[in-house]
């Protein structure tokens, strides 16, 4: 480190994990680099978070306690002192818990923040200690790990890194250019050595070479394509026999099912011709050292689960899961070799547990039934931007009667909606430490720079709760320090004593983990646990069907012809290359073409509804609706219209975000989400 420099680590909700280096002169944060010495991060960091010190020091950063002074969404405040806004809350809390019981409040929080301490310890914490429901995050791949460990076992994945060595790459519903930056080199080496790039995706994604081939299913349908590929691997006997029999079970009757998705089915459910199946199935059998990186995207469906019980099982048929790197890679924090609820405080709560799934935040805050919800918190996230069924979240937030507080470093869409606005620290102005589910690591985030204006950590604002509300547990007293050394002391970590050295000393170290190629490679033992379950037993155990098969979406033309008549065109809402989450919703972006909110749409999508490119068009369905610009182009396929980004309400010509069309019913598995199942219809909008 240079004088100057301080390390730190990216926050945000992204596989890299990276290792920062920030620049600090007088107290400021002048710039960020990511860490050379880092295998991941390698030096760069994306565009997103290289713009670390425009948002730390913005001009409307929230830097002091606020209290609402006009009516609810206003965003009229007026400022107040800590001790007042801490008394106050403290106050209406205690009232709550009197009359209604500590089930009245809800905490919200979302990936404002992957620290282990600021982002999830804190506010598990001190929520356990009050009793309230606790928040259930399934917004991202529970449903997906959900299928992977009915499947696998458990969460471990394929190492990406040793990707490079592969000699097939398969990017199925993830787009790394925008998600996972740090993953191209290693695609782009792999290409260099000869290796195939397959992307299935319905929409294009960027910075790589293109594809061959580039597969674009309807969405929600990958599950009967994964299902054709393998029925093609098995009649033409280009799967592992000896890899099949050794290590996994179930597949006489996997191939008994398999009979059943012929890639003449599958073409004409997926809408991808039955000549690409056929050829990627016969890539799957000649490259057989091949990695299949899984993004959420095509896991945002009703069924996800089955979804991801299709694409798990798919490479075992090969045998891919023998060499390093290869096998499935899939995204999810659970990959980490390490149960981080043993910090959650269960053992303070003064009543049973309880949960809420956070996408039915909106029908907990508009149900009557007792008790109905008087407090709701939130820190770290955004949910009238980011949740489901807008129209009925923003009701939920719009009562007079809910009591909400909100921290955050920015004016959110949320926080406009607020009692009491906290303002937060950046993660460059606190302690913290986390975790990579890309390379296994621990990372500490050092602060750089003192607090700006009046702003506190998540976990100082829960002590001083705390202390509010007479809660004398030792452990809602700890400081961030304390809590990492917790943390790194205890012996069923996967660190070692020199490992906890590294880590003080470099700031990340990686995590003793067993490849999981290692359980599958030639002459090893077969014991249970390693046997991939092409029939799971589990599922039957549920009384659940035991094989992969393909569910139509809950919204398709299949499930729900009418709706479909009315609404035939799919809508996503992926991530935008410069927007990965609404941390960035408020900003200008970065490319040219993420100026603002856009819908792809298909020429003959456009053609049939006289949309004119760069005009305004309606996307709507009976949940609600949005106005966006059109970009007519080939870069989604037909029948899919697609609004990448969580750009807040300002930026909206009408205010209405894309998700006040989207459902927030659940999928089969895990409770996850399922919100690209989602039906509307284009209309070009008049130009005021």
């Known amino acids: 480190m240079r004088p100057g420099e301080i390390a730190a680590a990216c926050p945000h909700d992204c596989p890299d994990a990276c290792a ?8 400021r944060l002048v710039g960020v680099r990511g860490s050379v010495a880092h295998p991941v991060t390698d030096g760069f960091l994306c565009a997103k978070f290289a713009r670390a010190p425009a948002r730390v020091h913005a001009p409307d950063r929230i830097l002091h306690p606020l209290r609402r002074a006009g009516p609810k969404g206003s965003g009229e405040f007026r400022r107040i002192g800590w001790d007042e806004a801490i008394e106050d809350i403290a106050q209406r809390w205690r009232a709550i818990l009197a009359e209604d019981g500590p089930l009245a409040i809800l905490p919200f929080f979302g990936s404002g923040t992957e620290g282990l301490v ?3 310890i804190a506010g598990r914490r001190f929520f356990n200690r009050l009793g309230s429901l606790q928040l259930v995050r399934t917004i991202c791949t529970k449903a997906g790990r959900t299928g992977y460990i009915h499947t696998m076992g458990d969460s471990a994945m394929a190492d990406p890194i040793a990707a490079e060595s592969a000699e097939l790459i398969v990017l199925w519903g993830v787009n790394p250019a925008s998600t996972n930056v740090h993953h191209l080199p290693i695609v782009k080496r792999a290409r260099l050595r000869g290796a195939r790039l397959v992307v299935v995706n319905p929409a294009r994604i960027g910075g790589l070479p293109d594809p061959d081939p580039w597969l674009r299913p309807r969405p929600g349908t990958d599950a009967a394509l994964a299902l054709a590929v393998m029925h093609v691997l098995v009649r033409e006997g280009r799967h592992d026999r000896a890899f099949v029999e050794a290590r996994t079970t179930g597949f006489p009757a996997l191939a008994e099912r398999l009979r059943e998705y012929p890639p003449e089915r599958a073409a004409a459910v997926c809408d991808v011709p039955v000549d690409d199946i056929e050829r990627l199935a016969r890539l799957y059998g000649t490259r057989r050292r091949s990695l299949t990186h899984i993004g959420p995207g095509c896991l945002r ?5 089955m979804t991801m019980r299709a694409l798990a099982c798919l490479p075992a048929l090969p045998g891919a899961w023998r060499w390093p790197g290869g096998g499935v890679y899939f995204p999810t924090s659970t990959a980490f070799p390490f149960d981080w609820s043993v910090f959650d405080g269960d053992e303070m709560r003064p009543n049973p547990p309880a949960g809420y799934n956070m996408i039915h ?3 907990l805050l508009t149900d009557a039934a007792p008790p109905p919800i008087r407090g709701l918190y939130v820190f770290n996230g955004n949910p009238a931007t980011t949740l489901y069924d807008q129209n009925r979240v923003r009701r939920g937030l719009a009562r007079e009667d809910l009591f909400t507080v909100v921290h955050d470093l920015r004016m959110t869409d949320t926080a406009r909606q607020a009692d009491i606005v906290l303002p937060a620290t950046s993660p460059f102005e606190h302690a913290d430490i986390l975790f990579s589910y890309y390379w296994p690591e621990l990372i500490l985030n050092r602060p750089a720079i003192a607090p700006q204006g009046e702003a506190r950590s998540n976990l100082d604002v829960f002590r001083a709760l705390a202390a509010a509300m007479g809660f004398e547990d030792p452990c809602l007293r700890m400081d961030a320090e304390d809590i990492v050394e917790e943390i790194l002391a205890r012996a069923d970590l996967p660190l070692d004593d020199a490992g906890r050295s590294a880590l003080r000393r470099d700031g990340w170290v990686p995590i003793r983990a067993e490849p999981i190629h290692a359980r599958f490679r030639n002459g090893a033992e077969t014991a249970p646990t390693n046997k991939i379950a092409l029939y799971s037993e589990s599922l039957a155990a549920q009384g659940r069907d035991p094989l992969p098969a393909y569910v139509p979406p809950r919204e398709s033309r299949e499930a729900t012809p009418d ?15 410069s927007i990965l989450n609404s941390n960035f919703g408020d900003e200008p972006a970065l490319r040219r073409d993420e100026d603002k909110p856009r819908l792809w749409i298909h020429p003959d999508d456009a053609r049939a509804r006289n949309i004119a490119d760069g005009g305004r068009v309606r996307v709507r369905n009976d949940r609600g609706d949005c106005l966006l610009w059109a970009e007519i182009s080939e870069n989604t396929r037909p029948g899919v219209v697609v ?11 009408e205010g209405r975000l894309p998700n006040f ?7 089969d598995m895990g409770g996850g989400s399922a919100f690209n199942s989602n039906l509307v219809e284009v209309t070009a909008a008049e130009t005021p």
Do not use: M
């Open 20 to 27: 920062v280096v920030a620049r600090v002169r007088d107290g």
């Open 361 to 363: 935040l909106g029908r």
């Open 301 to 305: 469906h009703g069924n996800a689960g």
């Open 643 to 653: 609004a990448a980004g969580q750009w807040w309400e300002a930026r909206y010509p």
């Open 661 to 667: 069309t989207t459902p927030d019913f659940v999928a």
């Open 118 to 120: 600021q982002g999830r």
């Open 563 to 577: 709706l479909f008549a009315r609404y035939p065109l799919s809508f996503l809402t992926p991530s935008a290359h």
